[in-house]
């Protein structure tokens, strides 16, 4: 059973308030967190707040859905009213949103309880939430080695019990990857599926906000709360949102898979390859049908990718100047204000993805790079739409090795190398999602399992009938909570009152 289900039935039988969820949660996620660094902003006294909402609806006798009184985590680059907003820069260290994004905001109607927001990478720029301006997030498998990123925050604390689930985001592998190198379910959905409205953008044509859990029922469970047409966000789709949990059988007899030939080749570490494999070899002995499936666009992935993302990041990055919020040096002039304001304010990746976006766009260059990329962009949408006349899903690894030490890959390249196998699937705006397929020396490894666009469901039956047939999910981080319980945090007030206590970095 997912974990959502049995706190539900926990609830619903009155063996536990959601008030007495929320606390056992708060006190976890604190005394973890001098270890784990998974939070910017811990938000205890809202947390505390809905729990005894939801009590109140149950000692009147309402109906609760599945999430209401669920601990949630939430990226800390999702706009939350009256509770700062810092994307892990400084550029907006202190910035507290007027309005909610319609994320939250949906799953707060629900009755979910927000422990916090997560870090991240700044401004969702990295593959190991090392580039935060405030703290490094460490893997709850081992403390010497990087989450992922850039939804690392929210990825680690799913694994370590910090949150029941949790929201991120995934550009280019966000969400998939941390999810494969801390030993949880992340899923990215299909593109417009789920509101944008309230994200703060990096690039706009690629973000998408999408589920942390546990098991693939609560990464489904929460895809219901967020799923649907959003009037605000202008390319949400209008599409009927099915039910999800009704996808979760655990047979797929007859469902043919595609293996993309090539990213289990160059590139792949042998560890990886050998548990993917194992997997794949597990799928058909499940009833599935195999075939190996060519996708040669995909090789200029990576270059494309870092063309497109970086361009759109120039022009939606352009709008921190200083003068309408966040930070703001003091100047002589305005055009200085603008410079010292932007040096001060970014860190260094962002300010790179700027210049390789901007000089992308500059004129003489726009043809020889940011078209080109676009035009390489469809002949990998093809490949996608090609491949799929032939299978239901396609089946991968996620990343193409197990996570790596904290300070490990300084250079940007070796970097930008980890989301080689995610980027594919945001270019061409698909679903995909990531959950545990083995360990290599302790550490987990991701199966990424990808569907043709809104096909959500079959992604969501292949990973509970691969789930409900292995033990990898079952597994836990060795983590122990310290025996002293961690000293207590100073509280930052929001403007709205709501109080909040700031993780140290």
Same mark, same amino acid.
């Given at each position: 059973? %997912?974990?959502? @289900? ?22 976890? +996620? ?40 669920i ?17 892990a820069? @400084? ?9 909610? %994004? ?25 593959? %190991? ?60 959905p299909?593109?417009? +599926? ?45 599409? @009927? ?18 293996v ?21 070899q ?56 603008y ?13 790179? @993805? ?48 197990p ?34 397929c ?9 199966l990424q ?19 409900q ?7 836990r981080?060795? +983590?122990?909570?310290?025996?002293? %319980? ?20």
């Open positions: 059973m %997912s974990v959502i @289900r049995a706190l539900h039935s926990q609830l619903l039988a009155k063996e536990r308030s959601a008030e007495e969820i929320a606390r056992e949660y708060l006190e976890r +996620l604190t005394q973890l967190e001098p270890q784990l660094k998974s939070f910017i902003t811990i938000t205890e006294e809202l947390a505390l707040q809905q729990a005894r909402a939801v009590d109140a609806r149950i000692r009147a006798g309402e109906a609760i859905g599945p999430l209401a009184g601990p949630l985590a939430v990226k800390d680059n999702l706009c939350t009213q009256g509770i700062r907003t810092t994307c820069s @400084r550029m907006l260290e202190g910035f507290i949103p007027p309005y909610e %994004s319609t994320v939250t905001a949906r799953l707060a109607a629900a009755g979910m309880v927000t422990v916090g927001k997560t870090n991240l990478d700044e401004f969702a720029m990295g593959s %190991s939430t090392e580039n935060s301006a405030f703290q490094r997030t460490a893997n709850p498998w081992d403390l010497t080695r990087v989450p992922g990123g850039s939804s690392g925050g929210s990825a680690a604390a799913v694994a370590a019990d910090q949150a029941v689930v949790a929201l991120g985001s995934d550009t280019g592998g966000s969400i998939r990857q941390p999810a494969a190198f801390c030993g949880v379910v992340g899923l990215k299909t593109y417009g +599926l789920v509101s944008r409205y309230g994200l703060v953008a990096f690039a706009s044509s690629l973000d998408q906000v999408g589920p942390f859990g546990r098991t693939v029922e609560d990464v489904a469970l929460l895809l219901q709360g967020i799923a649907g047409h959003d009037p605000m966000d202008s390319t949400s789709l209008k599409v @009927r949102i099915p039910d999800y949990s009704q996808a979760l059988i655990p047979e797929i007899k007859g469902f043919k898979i595609g993309i030939r090539e990213l289990l080749g160059e590139g792949c570490g042998e560890e990886t390859r050998a548990a993917v494999q194992a997997a794949i597990h799928l058909q002995e499940l009833g599935a049908e195999i075939l190996e499936i060519d996708c040669p666009s995909f090789r200029y992935g990576l270059a494309t990718y870092y063309i497109i993302a970086p361009s759109e990041a120039s022009a939606n990055l352009a709008r921190y100047d200083g003068v309408k919020y966040g930070l703001r040096e003091p100047a002589d002039s305005l055009l200085s204000m410079g010292k304001t932007r040096a001060h304010g970014f860190g260094p990746e962002v300010k790179r @993805r700027i210049m390789i976006g901007t000089y992308a766009l500059s004129s003489g260059y726009y043809d020889a790079y940011y078209l080109k990329a676009q035009k390489v962009r469809t002949l990998i949408k093809q490949d996608f739409l090609r491949a799929f006349e032939k299978v239901d899903v396609l089946v991968s690894p996620t990343t193409p090795t996570a790596f030490k904290i300070g490990e890959r300084e250079d940007p390249l070796s970097m930008y190398l980890c989301d080689l196998m995610t980027i594919p699937v945001n270019l061409a705006g698909l679903p995909g999602l990531s959950l545990p083995g360990f290599a020396d302790g550490l987990p490894i991701g399992i990808v569907g043709n666009a809104l096909q959500e469901s079959k992604v969501l039956r292949v990973a509970y009938a691969y789930e047939s292995t033990d990898w999910h079952r597994q981080p060795p +983590l122990e909570k310290p025996k002293e %319980s961690a000293p207590a945090q100073p509280k930052a007030k929001s403007k709205s009152g709501k109080g909040s206590k700031k993780s140290k970095g």
